[in-house]
């Protein structure tokens, strides 16, 4: 299992290289990029879950910002047009 800030260090180091990689069309198309990570847990344990837990992730990364990472620790979902949370269980 790895920690937040472990997985916060490889999505940090990620856009830092995308910002790198691509500089020049950021600057020229004004783009950014936003990357979302889902957690495996003993209720989003297939591809299918994972896959959307990340998707959600995504989202919810680019309601912050541009150039941002979500961790969806929580399991957020999105569902008949609101997010919910394991935790509002």
Not at 57 to 66: I, P, Q, T, V
């Amino acid at each position: 299992n790895m920690t937040d800030a472990q997985i916060q260090l490889i999505c940090e180091r990620t856009l830092n290289i995308i910002r790198n990689k691509f500089s020049d069309i950021y600057q020229k198309y004004h783009v950014s990029t936003s990357v979302g990570v889902a957690c495996a847990s003993g209720e989003t344990n297939t591809y299918e879950l994972l896959y959307k837990s990340a998707d959600v992730g995504l989202y919810m990364a680019k309601g912050r910002g541009k150039d941002t990472y979500y961790i969806n620790r929580e399991n957020i979902k999105y569902m008949n047009g609101e997010y919910t949370s394991n935790r509002d269980k």
